[in-house]
């Protein structure tokens, strides 16, 4: 058993070394001479060729280890030769060159020389020919050892080349190189790898897209900015107005898709992202995924802050990053073919722009400072330019400028109130005083007063209006300015911005300075002298309103006889004013004789006058004479009706203090005392205290109480009832109702100054006829009110 063990074993030793002889030989030998070389293998002991396999298998195994060590030891070395390689070309079109400047000297050069010359072109020939055999094996060579080298391969392709790269590679490898050495192993292996790599690459690339997307997000404003900076700087240097709108804006459209498109963006990722998922036919998913991101991005942007309207800033950030985003999709639109297209843009902005009216309407109505809506304006107008020079449509925002454009008036208005309000109460409503030529000019140039019988007058003078008046003139004009400042840069006629202008003006006149006016005459601490001011003032700023026709005619160089222009109504504003100080003046004037009225002190039961009127009616008397000599000054018949007004009223109080049901006894001393005051006021009246008043009008105010009086103190009763209901009768004025009353307030018997006892003491005849007068009184009185 030992002897065959012993057998075995040098049986088994020499087959190895016959198969490492064989192994050897069929390295070493041509292929045409291995057939016989593996027959030997079969024609030995049996199952040797298993064994056989299995060696050559190890021996395969071993060589592609080796093969893998060798190209990963000389692979920096074969770059640096193909990069020698690349070096000797250019060399190599040296030599060509040379070798046709040679063979036009061959024909000068003596023989010795032509050998020499042919003997160096068949080395470089013999040169030329290795390199181009040198370059063809290696061409073949690298995508086998790329593939091979597995990880070096892949970063080869993904950092050297990049992704564009890496894909043609890999189709070059799938239908050039990888089926000219299909019959290796490796094949399989490459064959496999490149679907993975090409996933790796659509990964990578769309990972890319997502930080290009989250980055376009963060720097959208300052895109917007930088956009919006440019057609601000456009206006400032008045470019709309020396170009045509629409050139305007063709210019600016490209100034941006240069300036800001490329220069702030880096567009690479979706470039690459778009190009691989094409060549990998995957676009419309990437193509669907884009628009999806990007109406995300939109909705976001569209997002105002809260606290946006506060500040110009906020709007300011709100635009910019709209603009910022667009550009975008623009650049997009124009740099791809077919990512994002036309409809999608326009489908984004129509929502887009829906959302910033909406936005802008909002926020817009919370502002009260007309200057921040002055620059929200400007801000809009730069915004619709910026958006119009990338194709977008805009008009429904210059609609919406005229909404603002309200909202700015009625900051405006509100503002121009608080300063109308303050220069009324610093105004002394005294004429405006004037020492010298220079004082006078500097009114004048202020407000256009012109009069020719004050200019002769010698300084110093006055002018008829107090200050108010040349300070609420200039303020208008102050307000037509600011009102202008919003028609500019709107891109609208001259017509078009009269019209805004004179209707702006219309409202300031007659909603906020009536406004104010009205407030201003209603005040406790405005008296008669003040009122009386403020309808002289009234007086000359209406006949300023022309003054303000030409000032605004001379801005929009729009002629008033224009049709359908706006004409100035605010002639209405300060005739209302003027109306409303009128009926204040004569509410206070009835107001103030109520004040002295009630200082009168009647000793109603005297027993006879003190035969001068009375104390409280003269000083009464006085002030009116003295108030009256003011209202000379007041236009029209304002004092007039005045005076008129007052000394009816004045009647009718004196009249109301006789027939008083509180006062119950009325004595014939009372009577006469009365009559004095009375005879005072019909005096005032005769005195013409207004001038223009024709014979006796004034004095017909106190008719009723003069024959009421005059039928008491002549006690002329037969004449009354006798001539009761005749146009002619001397007391046609003296109603029955109040003559009884009177009648009553004396019959009281307990008092011995009444004119009943003394009738009785001297006749008692006289006693039955006021019996039978009173009687015939409240006959008269009770068959008239039967009668109504």
Known sequence: LELLANMAESESLETVTEHERILQEIESTDTACVGPTLRSVYDDQPN??????????????????????????????????????????????????????????????????????????????????????????????????????????????????????????????????????????????????????????????????????????????????????????????????????????????????????????????????????????????????????????????????????????????????????????????????????????????????????????????????????????????????????????????????????????????????????????????????????EEYKSVVSRFPFHDAEIEKQQFPKKLPMSQSVPQIYAQVKEFIYASLKFSESLHRSSTEIDDMLRKSTNLLLTRTLSSCLQNLIKKPHIGLTELVQIIINTTHLEHACKYLEDFITNITNVSPETVHTTRLYGLSTFKDARHAAEGEIYTKLNQKIDEFIQLADYEWGMSESDGRASGYLMDLINFLRSTFQVFTHLPGKVAQTACMSACKHLATSLMQMLLDTELKQISMGAIQQFNLDVMQCELFASSEPVPGFQGDTLQLAFIDLRQLLDLFMVWDWSTYLADYGQPTSKYLRVNPSTALALLEKMKDTSKKNNIFSQFRKNDRDKQKLIETVVKQLRSLVNGMSQHS
């Open 48 to 437: 040797a060729h298993k064994r056989f396999m299995e060696k050559l298998d190890a021996r395969i195994r071993n060589h592609d280890r080796e093969i893998e060590k060798m190209c990963n030891f000389h692979h920096q070395g074969f770059v640096d030769a193909i990069t020698e390689l690349l070096k000797v070309r250019a060399d190599a079109e040296k030599l060509m060159v040379q070798r046709t400047v040679v063979g036009f000297t061959l024909f000068d050069l003596p023989l010795c020389k032509v050998t020499a010359q042919t003997e160096e072109v068949i080395r470089c020939r013999i040169q030329q020919r290795n390199m181009a055999t040198t370059v063809e094996k290696l061409q073949l060579c690298i995508p086998g050892e790329m593939m091979r080298t597995g990880k070096l391969m892949t970063d080869m392709i993904l950092f050297l080349f990049r992704y564009y790269s890496a894909l043609k590679t890999m189709e070059q490898l799938e239908n050039i190189y990888i089926p000219r050495v299909s019959q290796y192993r490796f094949c399989q292996i490459m064959a496999e790898t490149l679907p993975k790599l090409r996933e790796e690459i659509k990964e990578i690339s769309m990972s890319d897209l997502k930080d290009f997307l989250e980055s376009i997000r963060k720097h959208s404003d300052k895109i917007g900015e930088t956009a919006m900076r440019q057609v601000g700087f456009c206006f400032v240097l008045n470019v709309a107005v020396s170009k045509p709108r629409n050139v305007l804006l063709t210019f600016v459209g490209f100034l941006f898709k240069v300036l800001t498109a490329q220069d702030l963006v880096d567009f690479s990722p979706v470039y690459r992202c778009l190009h691989i998922y094409t060549v990998l036919g995957d676009r419309e998913t990437f193509e669907n995924y884009y628009r999806k991101q990007r109406k995300k991005q939109a909705r976001l942007v569209l997002q105002p802050q809260s606290n946006m309207h506060e500040t110009v800033e906020g709007y300011r950030k709100y635009f910019n990053q709209i603009v910022g985003f667009f550009v975008v999709e623009d650049h997009i639109l124009h740099a791809t073919q077919g990512l994002v297209t036309r409809a999608f843009t326009d489908e984004l902005w129509n929502m887009a722009l829906s959302k910033i009216i909406a936005v802008l309407r909002t926020h817009s109505s919370y502002c009260s400072d007309p200057d921040l809506v002055l620059e929200l304006k400007n801000l809009i107008v730069i915004f619709a330019d910026t958006l119009q020079g990338y194709g977008f449509p805009v008009n429904r925002l210059f609609d919406l400028l005229f909404e603002v454009r309200d909202q700015y008036n009625e900051t405006l208005l509100k503002k121009w109130a608080l300063v109308f309000r303050d220069i009324f109460e610093q105004d002394n409503y005294s004429p405006i005083p004037v020492e010298n030529e």
